[in-house]
């Protein structure tokens, strides 16, 4: 089956500064790939999500990036606020939508 | 739009007993997944179901069973409840794509204790 694996677990940056967070994946045959954040007691939500197809997303201040061939796709944030201090999570599915979670990353981010 | 309910919000069980999480999806959803969040972790994706059947399953042992009604909600069952089942479960809901990998969209979570 499908193993993500996500790093850091955390990382601490400056308001402002950019954060990357980087997933590996197993299964040559996922497709789609998610971002979700979630805050301390409250549900998961989606950020930003990418498909094989795509090499590249962007939203405002978020961006993904996808490589097929080495099987890793990275979540990139700029201008970091400390709003955006949360848990990150990076998953992995196929066509039929069993989606692998990574172990997530805790973003601090210092005013 | 409701978006995901789940019921009950948080629930606490001994050691052995049985335990029944429900979940109604996202209006125009008809695909529901389950998983499992022990503190600290990421989510573990436990079964899929859709179309009242179940699609896709994780690694996690018969004591877990589901079931999907007719108007999409499903249940998740737990059999003889182990201290280590306690976690977040959280329902998510979907509709499938065309292009593979649906966007899900997670509930509020049960947070279940098992003393």
């Known amino acids: 089956g499908e193993n993500v694996e996500q790093h850091p677990s955390t990382l601490s940056v400056q308001e402002g500064d950019s954060a990357v967070i980087k997933c590996t994946y197993s299964d040559s045959a996922s497709n789609y790939f998610p971002w979700y954040k979630q805050e301390l007691g409250k549900r998961p939500q989606l950020i930003i999500d990418i498909r094989s197809n795509v090499g590249e997303k962007k939203d405002q201040r978020i961006a993904v990036t996808l490589n097929k061939t080495a099987k890793h796709f990275s979540l990139h944030i700029t201008e970091t606020q400390p709003e955006d201090s949360a848990v990150y999570f990076c998953?992995?599915?196929?066509?039929?939508?069993?989606?692998?979670f990574g172990a997530g990353t805790r973003l601090t981010v210092k005013p | 739009d409701a978006g995901v309910t789940q019921s009950p919000t948080h629930l606490i069980k001994t050691r052995g007993q049985q335990v029944t999480l429900r979940c109604s999806p996202k209006s125009g959803h008809d695909t529901v997944s389950w998983y499992q969040q022990a503190l600290g972790q990421g989510p573990q994706f436990i079964f899929q179901y859709y179309e009242e059947e179940e699609r896709q399953r994780g690694n996690f042992p018969d004591r877990f069973s589901g079931h999907q009604f007719p108007n999409y909600s499903s249940e998740l069952n737990v059999n003889a409840l182990l201290l280590g089942d306690s976690a977040l479960y959280l329902c998510?809901?979907?509709?499938?794509?065309?292009?593979?990998?649906?966007?899900?969209?997670f509930g509020p979570g049960t947070r279940l204790t098992v003393t």
């Open positions: 998953a992995a599915s196929r066509y039929n939508n069993d989606m692998r």
């Open positions: 998510a809901s979907s509709f499938p794509s065309v292009l593979g990998g649906a966007e899900q969209y």
